[in-house]
Each structure stands twice: as C-alpha cells, then as structure tokens.
C-alpha cells in the first residue's frame, strides 16, 4: 500500500491565526503553542507567527489584505518554505494565498492529517488515514479544481475542464472510501472477536492530550518497550498489554492515539474502531500533563468521551511530569484533584521513586478491580480435581480447603467468569454455598 501524504519538503514555516471576536487571547496562544508542536513532530522549524485580530473572516483570502503584504515581507525576510495557518480554511482561501504570497499555505486539518499520515504503521492505521484524507478532499473538489476552467475563461455552454475533472475525482473518491470503509469494517469484526476472547479480563484504556506520557506509563506499568517519543501522535494504533501476568482475573491495558484541541471529524469518524478500545473499557486511566493547560485538555478529553459514549466509564486521573513542576504547584493539584494519582514516568522506571510512584498506580488499578469482584464459595468434588486449573484462571482464589465431600473453595471473580466457571465445571461439580457484593 503506497503512502498518501499530503505535502512534503518544507523545513522554515511561518504559522498565522486568526482571532475572531469568540476566541480569547488565551486560547489563540495556546492553539499556536499546539501548531508549533504538530510542525516539530513533522521535522519542521517554525521560524515566526503573525496573528490577526479581526471582526470577521475575508471570503477570499481568509486574512485581511494588509496583514497578507505584511506575511508576505516576513516569507522573504524569514527564507519561509511554507505557510501554516491554524484555523480551518477553504480550498479557495488556500489557492488565493498561495498566488499572493507565492508560498505553499496549508491549514490546521492538513497538517494534522500529514501528522497522521507520517506516523501511521500498521494496516489498520494506514487504512484509517486513507479515509480521512479521502473524506477530507470530497467537499473540496470544487476549490481545487476551479483554476482549469479560469484559464479556459469559463465561456462555453458545455461543462468545463474543471467540472469534468471534479465529477471524475468525486466519483472516485466516493469508491475509494466505500472500498477503505469495507476494509475496516472487517479488522472491526477482527477486533469484537478477540474482545469476546478477552471479556473474561478486566479492560483498562489509557487516554488523554496527546504527548502527555501515555505510551511511558504503558511500559513502566507493563514493563514493556512501546515507541515513547516526544512528538505528538507517535501512537496510532491500539496496544494492549498485561498490567500483571499472574494476575487474577486478568487486567488488559490499552494505549490509545492522543486527543488534540480541534481533532479534524474526519479522523474521529476513521479511527472510531480504534477508539472503541476507550468506548470499552472497564476504566479509563486518563493521563495529564501536570505543567500544561490542565483544563483546557480536560475539556478537550471530555468531549471526546462524549462523542464516543464513553462519560459514564469510572475515570482515574493520573498526572504525569511532575518533575517539571514546582512543590507548591503539586500541593495544589492535589487539593483541586483528590483522589488523583501524581508520578513521574519520564524515563524508565529505573530509579526507587519512579518504582514507588508506578507501584502505587499499580495498587490502585487492582484495588479498583477487586472493589468490583464477586466473592463466593465453591465446592468441587475430588474425581474433578482437574478442573482446579481452571478455576484458578478464571479467578482469583483466597482460600481453599480440603475437606470429606470434597474441595471447598472461597474465591473473588468477575460476574461473567462466575457463569463460565459454572459452564465449564457443570452444575454437578460446582456449588453455590454464599455470593456477596452481588
């Protein structure tokens, strides 16, 4: 499968934002802060930022005519290869700019989607960008045909080159998505086959701002070696891991792709089977950068939750990077966030601080999970002793004792491992003496 990346080959970028009368001071700085990384992620410098405040949006050029002189002075004095702005803008807007300026323009949604694009490994991944580039395009046809029939000067009665060229891009634009739709709904189906597989575990999705230490806490929780980079949506695809392998039941965690103020519909709608893993879980372990716009991404994860069904999944916040913030800082997230977890997962859990903070988050994730089991006794008859082995899978056994008409046993399980285990051993060698917290 050939790679479909939108632009590629630019190095000095010069970003551009637009404040409009509903978007505060605070929020513009923090929305550019957030350009600046997605075009670090990508290999790219940016070199400077021009922002706009205005009372509405120019139909034709977006920004305003003598803010476009003063960008284009700064795309020569700067050496700029391209120009970025960090709003969403019309394929029009983006062709008007780019002949003014004589510079190559793309918008917030583009460079996510190259983000994307860039990063994506598997299959799955790939086939997901696919679509939302393809679904991306389909409304914008017009825009970025429009040029042909221009220059054809638009007289003829007859459709012009560009709405011949439109019609033939749609149609096959429409296939293409129908074809990558088909493609994922079968690695859906794919993925509800192992989830029935695992509905005897305990699920747990790691989710949150994207760069927020996601895929760290994963390998210091799981003691495993997943792609930990300081750019932004390093992780694309789902990975599940064992929280602990001797675990009883069996607790599953799920990394999962970052959240991202302004997260393009496109890519909400192609990774939705990738974000079922959140829409899933028994609990959600959201991860927050502690020195960086709290509540901002805290809106942001909300909202993600919403639109995935997920708001009334348990939620466990973890703020991580505590190192990079002061005591008193500390002391206060604490009092505005109790019942919280605080680490610092920033490199591997090497050192006695970083095992006892990990450790703790650990505890709390198999507290949460036993609050929520069954406690019950059993008792197997002897001649099916063979079947202990599956008891001890399935559950988690706290006593057990040996007495004359065979094994009694007080066990904690999940409501859906008790029904298995009565499948498995059958009503004659299996029973019910005491159920609590039922």
């Given at each position: 499968m050939?790679?479909?990346?939108?632009?590629?080959n630019?190095?000095?970028?010069?970003?551009?934002?637009?404040?409009?009368?509903?978007?505060?001071?605070?929020?513009?700085?923090?929305?550019?802060?957030?350009?600046?990384?997605?075009?670090?992620?990508?290999?790219?410098?940016?070199?400077?930022?021009?922002?706009?405040?205005?009372?509405?949006?120019?139909?034709?050029?977006?920004?305003?005519?003598?803010?476009?002189?003063?960008?284009?002075?700064?795309?020569?004095?700067?050496?700029?290869?391209?120009?970025?702005?960090?709003?969403?803008?019309?394929?029009?807007?983006?062709?008007?700019?780019?002949?003014?300026?004589?510079?190559?323009?793309?918008?917030?949604?583009q460079?996510?989607?190259?983000?994307?694009?860039?990063?994506?490994?598997?299959?799955?991944?790939?086939?997901?960008?696919?679509?939302?580039?393809?679904?991306?395009?389909?409304?914008?046809?017009?825009?970025?045909?429009?040029?042909?029939?221009?220059?054809?000067?638009?007289?003829?009665?007859?459709?012009?080159?560009?709405?011949?060229?439109?019609?033939?891009?749609?149609?096959?634009?429409?296939?293409?998505?129908?074809?990558?739709?088909?493609?994922?709904?079968?690695?859906?189906?794919?993925?509800?086959?192992?989830?029935?597989?695992?509905?005897?575990?305990?699920?747990?999705?790691?989710?949150?701002?994207?760069?927020?230490?996601?895929?760290?806490?994963?390998?210091?929780?799981?003691?495993?070696?997943?792609?930990?980079?300081d750019?932004?949506?390093?992780?694309l695809?789902?990975?599940?891991?064992?929280?602990?392998?001797?675990?009883?039941?069996?607790?599953?965690?799920?990394?999962?792709?970052?959240?991202?103020?302004?997260?393009?519909?496109?890519?909400?709608?192609?990774?939705r089977?990738?974000?079922?893993?959140?829409?899933?879980?028994?609990?959600?372990?959201?991860?927050?950068?502690?020195?960086?716009?709290?509540?901002?991404?805290?809106?942001?994860?909300?909202?993600?939750?919403?639109?995935?069904?997920a708001?009334?999944?348990?939620?466990?916040?973890?703020?991580?990077k505590?190192d990079?913030?002061?005591k008193?800082?500390?002391?206060?997230?604490?009092?505005?966030?109790?019942?919280?977890?605080?680490?610092?997962?920033?490199?591997?859990p090497?050192?006695?601080?970083?095992?006892?903070?990990?450790?703790?988050?650990?505890?709390?994730?198999?507290?949460?999970?036993?609050?929520?089991?069954?406690?019950?006794?059993?008792?197997?008859?002897?001649?099916?002793?063979?079947?202990?082995?599956?008891?001890?899978?399935?559950?988690?056994?706290?006593?057990?004792?040996?007495?004359?008409?065979?094994?009694?046993?007080?066990?904690?399980?999940?409501?859906?491992?008790?029904?298995?285990?009565?499948?498995?051993?059958?009503?004659?060698?299996?029973?019910?003496?005491?159920?609590?917290?039922?």
């Amino acid at each position: 499968m050939e790679e479909n990346r939108l632009f590629n080959n630019w190095k000095r970028a010069l970003i551009l934002s637009l404040k409009l009368p509903n978007r505060s001071n605070e929020e513009v700085d923090s929305s550019i802060t957030e350009m600046t990384y997605l075009t670090y992620s990508l290999g790219a410098k940016v070199v400077g930022e021009i922002i706009q405040t205005r009372a509405q949006v120019d139909s034709g050029y977006f920004f305003g005519k003598g803010k476009i002189k003063e960008i284009k002075l700064s795309i020569n004095s700067l050496s700029v290869d391209a120009v970025l702005v960090d709003n969403q803008i019309s394929p029009k807007q983006i062709n008007n700019l780019e002949k003014i300026l004589e510079c190559k323009v793309f918008d917030r949604t583009q460079i996510i989607l190259e983000i994307f694009a860039k990063n994506a490994r598997t299959r799955e991944a790939k086939l997901q960008i696919f679509l939302a580039q393809s679904q991306y395009l389909l409304p914008r046809l017009a825009g970025l045909w429009e040029h042909l029939d221009r220059e054809r000067g638009g007289i003829s009665a007859s459709r012009g080159t560009g709405e011949k060229q439109i019609e033939k891009d749609r149609q096959f634009l429409r296939n293409r998505i129908s074809h990558l739709e088909t493609q994922i709904e079968r690695i859906e189906k794919e993925r509800n086959t192992q989830k029935k597989r695992r509905s005897n575990c305990f699920r747990v999705s790691l989710v949150g701002y994207t760069n927020a230490g996601k895929s760290t806490i994963m390998n210091a929780l799981t003691n495993t070696n997943l792609i930990a980079k300081d750019h932004l949506f390093a992780t694309l695809d789902s990975t599940t891991r064992l929280l602990e392998e001797n675990s009883r039941p069996k607790i599953l965690l799920s990394d999962t792709v970052g959240f991202i103020d302004d997260l393009p519909h496109e890519l909400v709608a192609a990774f939705r089977s990738t974000l079922s893993t959140i829409r899933d879980a028994d609990l959600l372990l959201q991860i927050i950068d502690s020195g960086k716009n709290i509540e901002k991404h805290l809106k942001t994860s909300e909202k993600v939750f919403k639109d995935l069904k997920a708001r009334t999944i348990p939620v466990l916040k973890v703020f991580n990077k505590i190192d990079t913030i002061s005591k008193e800082r500390l002391l206060l997230l604490e009092k505005l966030y109790p019942g919280s977890i605080f680490v610092s997962a920033k490199n591997s859990p090497c050192s006695k601080n970083i095992n006892n903070l990990i450790g703790k988050l650990k505890r709390r994730i198999q507290m949460f999970f036993e609050e929520r089991m069954q406690t019950l006794r059993i008792r197997l008859d002897y001649q099916n002793s063979k079947k202990l082995a599956s008891i001890y899978q399935l559950s988690k056994v706290d006593k057990i004792e040996f007495e004359e008409e065979g094994i009694l046993m007080t066990l904690k399980t999940i409501p859906g491992n008790f029904e298995r285990l009565r499948h498995d051993l059958g009503e004659k060698f299996i029973e019910l003496v005491n159920k609590v917290n039922v």
